[in-house]
Structure formats: C-alpha cells, structure tokens
C-alpha cells in the first residue's frame, strides 16, 4: 500500500479501483456495449542545488481518469481530471455519444476474457514504506554535487538534485477484471562541467531505484558525474571509415530498444518494421539472448498486469539469437490472427500501446578488456545524438561522442562524429561482455558491433 504522503489525495489501490469500476458502470448504463476505465495517479518531489546552494525544490501532484467505450466496434476514449460524481456522470454520456459518432473498427474490443487475470496480484516489492523529507533530498542533492565539484578539473556546475516519487494504476473492464497497483521511485544525479572556455565539456551521472536503499551513496554518483566530465577534456576527431564500435552499457540498451519497437505487433501489421518477414529469424549470435521480465522484483517497470487487464509473464524476446515472436496488445493480435501477449501498456486517454517491461541483454563470456583487447583501432561511444533510426528499414544513423580504442586500450577523447549501419546488420554482428549492469530499465553489458561505419574528419 502506499502511503499518503506525496500525493495529499491520491486514493488507495481499492479506492482507485472502485472509482475505476464505477466509471465502467455508468458508461455500461449510458448504453455502452463494453467499458474500460483506467485510473493513474503520479507526484514527486524534488530539491535541487547548484554551487552549494538550494536551487529549487519543486512539487507535482496530478490525477486522471480515462475511459474507453465500445458500440459494436465503434469505440471512443476521453479522459478526465476532476474525479466528482458529476463530472463522471457527463464523461461516460459524451464518451458513448462520441463512440456512436465513430467509424467502425474490425479489431476493436477489449482483450478475450478468458485471458484475463484471475488470480491474486504477484508481489513485485515496487513501494517503499518511507518517504524522504525535502531536507534529506536536499543533503543528498548536496554530498552528490560536492563531490563531483571536488574532482580536479571540474570548473563549473549545473547542479546536484535528489528526488522522490510515487504512483498508482487502476484498471476496470466490463467483462470482469479490476485490479490496481502502485509504486514508488527515488534517484539522485549530477552534471557538471570541466574545464573552461572553448575547452569546456559537460557530463553527468544519476541513478534512479524503487527503494532509496538500493541507490549507491550519492556520493559515489557525484563523484563518477565529475571524473566522466573531466575524462571528455580536449576531444580529438576521428578519420572517417570502417571501425568496430563499442558501445557503453548508459548507451547500449537504446539498440534493444529500437529491437523491441520492430517487435510492436502494430508495426507489424502496418507493415512498418524493419523485422517484417522475420519473425523465428536467427537475428543475433546463438550467445545473444533478450528477455523482458516485468515480475522482476523491484524492478523500475514492473508491472503485475498489463494495459487490458491480462497477467504479465517473463519471456525471452531472442533466445539463442532467434526472434521469438512479436509483441500484442488485443487489436494487433486480431489483426495478425495470434493471441495478445500481456504486452499492452495504457496511457491516460486512448487505446492501449504495446511496449515492454525490464529489458535486459544476457551477459557474454569475455571480460570488457578481452572485448576491446584485439581492436586495434576503433571507437568507444558513451553519447549518443539524434535520433536517425528508421524503424521501417532499420537505416541506423547518429551522432555520438566518446574515446577512441587504440591496440585494445581506451585512449583519448573523440567528439563530433556520426556512426551509420542497418540495424539487422548490426544485430548479427554484437557481441557482449560479461560486466552486465542491472539499474536501468534496459541493462546491458559492454556491446561490441564490428563494420560500422564512422564519420569524422
């Protein structure tokens, strides 16, 4: 249960899914076929410093609730802020006049009801019982940026913050599911700048957790914020042509991102993925495989079921390199004549998306030293620019920064530079270290992709 304390009026989970539950019945008595409602409560509070000075503590509180209606495969969605019994009572009349007024959708309706959680919410440990004082965010905010300020060539900061969240998800069909869960978040970061004038370079480094026990001493974060700063002084340039590129676990997992937004079954049946056609393929090495687990415990996208109400489960999206299949909110699996896959994900307003949970990488079997230890020149990228990813070809595209890999070593820095492959390509060829990280949302190890190719001077 969360407690009441960031959010002065945030429902508890069985009153979200009562009221959740109540929309759904008005829209069913205002003559809807089938409802769905969902309820989403967020705050946060945050203190930020700069220069050893308290900056801004700032606080946020918002809630929402959506509904979906369905006339035969006509459907509508509108949402609302004020939560009152009358308000309701008018949102559930204009959602249904509105779903009378649409054009009809061959695969719309709510997810098959036999697929539907039935048994008791898995215990996922996504809220702590406690809840930080602004002044403790402040001290927080505070040792983390003292200690990227101590770094020898820092010069300049653009501040220390700590922060504290909690949210709520409620959701109700007509066909028989309401279920609601809740969770909190904590992390502290830093940025700040090296060197001066032209020379100037700017890094950062933060780290955000369920439970403010599992985040490392924000002193350790300020301390890594100013030694990357200071690491990114007097970059050189690059030669352009082929090289391996080595991507740094903070940048790596945005790969299997653009993975998992080819798997979208939606993009499927648009025809609008660059994995068209692929589905069973061996994309990866027989070492590579991707797993999306939202019952991990802790876990910063966890989630005990998905945007329609059915039980969320651990899958491997790759095993052994080979694409397991495609990823299905109930539209997409009507319309590629498969099974939904626990996959929907639910926004305020509107039909529900598809995406994934906790993503990761499974580590290799070489050290990071033995990956980079037999190139003898290529690139280690820790930014990335841009987003020059075309998700119907997989033309892969962007800028980056980062050092340059010199007979196995990491050498100086290298900014201003682009790197350019096709995703498939690149898939085939990564390969992984065995320095899996496990903080983010998607965690990867070190990845290696040979044959990019590079732009500089």
């Known amino acids: 249960m969360l407690r009441k ?35 989403l409560a967020d705050a946060s509070q945050s203190v930020a410093v700069r220069l050893g000075q308290l900056e801004d503590v700032e606080r946020s509180e918002s809630e929402h609730l959506g509904l979906r209606v369905f006339i035969g495969r006509r459907s509508a969605s509108i949402g609302s802020t004020d939560l009152s019994d009358a308000a309701l009572e008018e949102l559930a009349g204009r959602a249904v006049a509105m779903a009378r007024a649409a054009p009809e959708d061959p695969y719309a309706g709510l997810a098959p009801e036999e697929l539907l959680l039935k048994h008791a919410l898995p215990p996922l440990e996504l809220a702590a019982p406690d809840e930080p004082a602004a002044a403790e965010l402040r001290a927080m905010a505070e040792a983390a940026e003292d200690a990227a300020r101590s770094i020898a060539g820092v010069t ?66 300020g301390r890594m914020a100013g030694e990357r700063a200071v690491a990114r002084l007097d970059p050189g340039r690059l030669s352009s042509g082929p090289l391996p590129v080595v991507f740094d676990p903070r ?8 993975l998992v937004g080819a798997m979208s079954g939606a993009a ?9 056609g692929r589905e069973g393929a061996q994309l990866f090495d027989s070492s590579v495989t991707v797993t999306d687990d939202p019952l991990r415990l802790r876990g910063l996208r966890s989630r005990p079921f998905d945007g ?20 299905m909110d109930s539209a ?48 280690y990228v820790t930014e990335l620019i841009g ?27 290298v900014a201003e530079f682009t790197i350019a492959g096709n995703l498939i390509e690149m898939f085939a060829g990564l390969t992984a270290a065995d320095d899996l990280e496990w903080h983010r949302s998607v965690n990867v190890p070190t990845l290696r992709v040979d044959g990019m190719t590079v732009a500089g001077d």
Do not use: C, K
Not at 251 to 258: A, D, R, S
Not at 308 to 327: F, N, S
């Open 5 to 39: 304390g960031l959010v002065r009026n945030m429902l508890s989970l069985d009153s979200a899914t009562e009221r959740a539950t109540a929309l759904v019945e008005r829209a069913r008595r205002s003559g809807a076929d089938a409802a769905d409602a969902v309820y």
């Open 156 to 221: 300049n900061s653009e501040g220390g913050t700590a922060s504290a969240g909690s949210g709520l998800v409620a959701l109700a069909t007509s066909h028989g599911f309401a279920g609601a869960y809740g969770g909190t978040s904590r992390s502290v970061s830093a940025s700040v700048v090296a060197g001066e004038g032209g020379r100037m370079q700017r890094d950062y480094a933060w780290r955000t957790a369920r439970f403010g026990e599992d985040l490392p001493p924000p002193e350790e974060i």
């Open 251 to 258: 940048v790596g997992g945005t790969l299997i991102g653009h």
């Open 268 to 276: 499927i049946a648009r025809r609008a993925s660059f994995l068209l």
């Open 308 to 327: 329609e109400g059915l039980p969320t489960a651990r899958r491997d999206l790759v095993a052994e390199g080979r694409l397991t299949g495609w990823l």
């Open 332 to 379: 997409a699996a009507r319309q590629l004549g498969a099974r939904p896959t626990g996959h929907a994900v639910r926004g305020s307003s509107g039909a529900p998306g598809i995406g994934a949970s906790n993503l990761h990488l499974a580590a290799g079997t070489v050290s990071r030293e033995a990956l980079l230890g037999d190139i003898p020149e290529g690139v």
């Open 387 to 413: 987003h020059g990813v075309n998700g119907v070809t997989g033309d892969y595209s962007r800028g980056a920064a980062g050092f340059r890999i010199v007979r196995g070593e990491i050498a100086g820095p």
